[in-house]
């Protein structure tokens, strides 16, 4: 009898660890997988800026500025996503305050568009600093750290550039 509770312990320890590696490993992946949508956005946000600054509604220093900004931001690497991301932030804030009165229909489109990505952005950060803060909960449990169920996958951070106002 020993025998059989022995055994159904470490049958239900084995499930155990097994179904949190398994919940460790898609909690990495949503990371993943949000980072790719925000990531993405935040391209396309670069390539819109590099549009208005070719556009008239920006003067030529506002459009030097801007392009100099959308290409660091999208040529930037991970250590400096950040603050590249933030300048562009700011750069885009500076000429869309200095443009009040937009006449034609490209530099609207473009400036809906880029509304509308703004959007996106701030709800794919929302969602992307939610999945790092659920991983980052569940790689803090000692069960999980005992046994390594994190494996090798690196710790998911978030970017100073999410608390931006975008």
Do not use: C
């Amino acid at each position: 009898m020993k025998f059989v509770v022995v055994l159904f312990i470490i049958a239900l320890a084995a499930w155990y660890l097994s179904y949190s590696a398994t919940r460790l490993d898609r909690l990495h992946h949503r990371v993943e997988t949000s980072w790719a949508n925000l990531d993405g956005l935040l391209q396309r946000r670069a390539a819109i800026a590099i549009e208005i600054a070719r556009s008239e509604i920006s003067d030529p220093a506002s459009a030097m500025l801007l392009t100099f900004a959308a290409h660091q931001a999208r040529e930037a690497s991970v250590r400096d996503r950040s603050q590249a991301e933030t300048g562009l932030s700011g750069a885009l804030g500076i000429l869309l305050e200095a443009s009040n009165e937009i006449s034609g229909e490209i530099e609207k489109d473009l400036i809906r568009e880029l509304q509308e990505l703004t959007e996106k952005i701030k709800m794919a950060v929302a969602i992307h600093v939610d999945a790092v803060n659920r991983t980052q909960l569940v790689r803090k449990k000692i069960i999980n750290r005992i046994f390594r169920l994190a494996g090798t996958a690196p710790e998911p951070v978030t970017y100073e550039f999410e608390g931006d106002v975008l």
